[in-house]
T-cell receptor
Framework: QKEVEQNSGPLSVPEGAIASLNCTYSDRGSQSFFWYRQYSGKSPELIMFIYSNGDKEDGRFTAQLNKASQYVSLLIRDSQPSDSATYLCAVIMGTASKLTFGTGTRLQVTL | DAGITQSPRYKITETGRQVTLMCHQTWSHSYMFWYRQDLGHGLRLIYYSAAADITDKGEVPDGYVVSRSKTENFPLTLESATRSQTSVYFC????????????FGEGSRLTVL
């Protein structure tokens, strides 16, 4: 089992729809969770972080965390073509206290 | 401009040659990291450094050497390049080890023939 798992996609959503990106992690002691966005040929950039169970909203982005289910998600409302990118889930694993990345989900927003 | 810069951006070399990838940051961040990114594996940590002269292994350190004589520089050396080291290499920096907020350089695409 990978430590941080994401569906590689591509996830295709029409412009204006809600994109839902999911991530599961193996270490129940993990405390900190991050979403990075990576455009093709570019470097990753941090867009959201969440530490507590529940939802955290920032503009069109909402991060959701469910520690009991070891599940973190990113919702993108009113998806735009400029949101087309790979989204990397990253977790600070509780046991090793190191940041571990998932392999990313490629999102395509279609016109 | 403040930031983190990598050089070279693109490099083609041959098996067995030594290659050094450079990384320079102007934020005065304590921590610096080297990752490689490959299809199907995502970002994997090679080495990191907490301060000048303090380095530690990450998940995939074999075949790589790092040094950090100055806080702002963190070069990565492949002493004898192998085809399996063909990858995109990202340098990153942060305030701390477990902040989760990494600032990445633009990446160095290395091809080993």
């Amino acid at each position: 089992q990978k430590e941080v798992e994401q569906n590689s996609g591509p996830l295709s959503v029409p412009e204006g729809a809600i994109a839902s990106l999911n991530c599961t992690y193996s270490d129940r002691g993990s405390q900190s969770f991050f979403w990075y966005r990576q455009y093709s040929g570019k470097s990753p950039e941090l867009i959201m972080f969440i530490y507590s169970n529940g939802d955290k909203e920032d503009g069109r982005f909402t991060a959701q965390l469910n520690k009991a289910s070891q599940y973190v998600s990113l919702l993108i409302r009113d998806s735009q073509p400029s949101d087309s990118a790979t989204y990397l889930c990253a977790v600070i694993m509780g046991t090793a206290s190191k940041l571990t990345f998932g392999t990313g989900t490629r999102l395509q927003v279609t016109l | 401009d403040a930031g983190i810069t990598q050089s070279p951006r693109y490099k083609i070399t041959e098996t067995g040659r030594q290659v050094t990838l450079m990384c320079h940051q102007t934020w005065s961040h304590s921590y610096m990291f080297w990752y490689r990114q490959d299809l199907g594996h995502g970002l994997r940590l090679i080495y990191y450094s907490a301060a000048a002269d303090i380095t530690d292994k990450g998940e995939v350190p074999d075949g790589y050497v790092v040094s950090r004589s100055k806080t702002e520089n963190f070069p990565l050396t492949l002493e004898s390049a192998t085809r399996s080291q063909t990858s995109v290499y990202f340098c990153a920096s942060s305030h701390g080890l477990n902040t989760g907020e990494l600032f990445f350089g633009e990446g160095s695409r290395l091809t080993v023939l």
